[in-house]
């Protein structure tokens, strides 16, 4: 099956600092990636797609300018909190979309990494 | 917009007992349907879905699912529980590349 992985699985920074966050597709290549992030209630949130060689697409109310993406090649993309503060503690998880023969692409999902900032 | 709905937040259940956790979707377009279940501080592991074809859908660890278009409803099953079963488990909608989630059911397997 296709795997995706992130690193780190957990980060602990002070407040105002950067944290950066992997998703890599191990066994397929993904033109497009997801970052979703899982709030206490547990509910998870998309908050961008990530296409590769372009720029990412937010949705409503993510700042882009605060989760920064990176999508350089067809097997990483990577979601960079700035100036990061309590409020972006959470979980956040990633999923790689794998181009299928039929009508739909099925997405793979990383693990998670849990951010919790001081 | 396409939304999901899981009208049941925890769900506590005896060992070897059947359970059935709900989820509605509302969609006017074609959906592709799917079932995760998440253990703490871990990814999501799909567990079944939904893409055409029979609507009684077989997943890992014995679970099922059917799809029912008229109720728009894909109700997620297990005859018998184990205490391995224990865990969050969340159901998706996805139309064609993004994915709506519901808010999630934990399953909670008393001994």
């Known amino acids: 099956g296709a795997v995706v992985s992130q690193h780190p699985s957990r980060v602990i920074c002070k407040s105002g600092t950067s944290v950066k966050i992997e998703c890599r597709s191990l066994d397929f290549q993904a033109t497009t990636m997801f970052w979703y992030r899982q709030f206490p209630k547990k509910s998870l949130m998309l908050m961008a797609t990530?296409?590769?060689?372009?720029?990412?697409?937010?949705e409503q109310g993510v700042e882009k300018d605060k989760f920064l993406i990176n999508h350089a090649s067809l097997t990483l993309s990577t979601l960079t909190v700035t100036s990061a503060h309590p409020e972006d503690s959470s979980f956040y998880i990633c999923?790689?979309?794998?181009?299928?023969?039929?009508?739909?692409?099925?997405?793979?999902f990383g693990p998670g990494t849990r951010l919790t900032v001081l | 917009a396409q939304s999901v709905t899981q009208l049941d937040s925890q769900v506590p259940v005896f060992e070897e007992a059947p359970v059935e956790l709900r989820c509605n979707y509302s969609s006017s377009v074609s959906v592709y349907l799917f079932w995760y279940v998440q253990y703490p501080n871990q990814g999501l592991q799909l567990l079944l879905k939904?893409?055409?074809?029979?609507?009684l859908v077989k997943g890992i660890n014995g679970f099922e699912a059917e799809f029912n278009k008229s109720q728009t409803s894909f109700h997620l099953r297990k005859p018998s529980v184990h205490i391995s079963d224990t865990a969050e488990y969340f159901c998706?909608?996805?139309?064609?590349?993004?994915?709506?989630f519901g808010t999630g059911t934990s399953l909670t397997v008393i001994p």
């Open positions: 998706a909608a996805n139309t064609g590349n993004q994915f709506y």
């Open positions: 939904y893409l055409s074809g029979s609507t």
């Open positions: 999923s790689a979309e794998r181009t299928g023969t039929g009508t739909f692409n099925e997405q793979f």
């Open positions: 990530s296409n590769e060689g372009s720029k990412a697409t937010y």
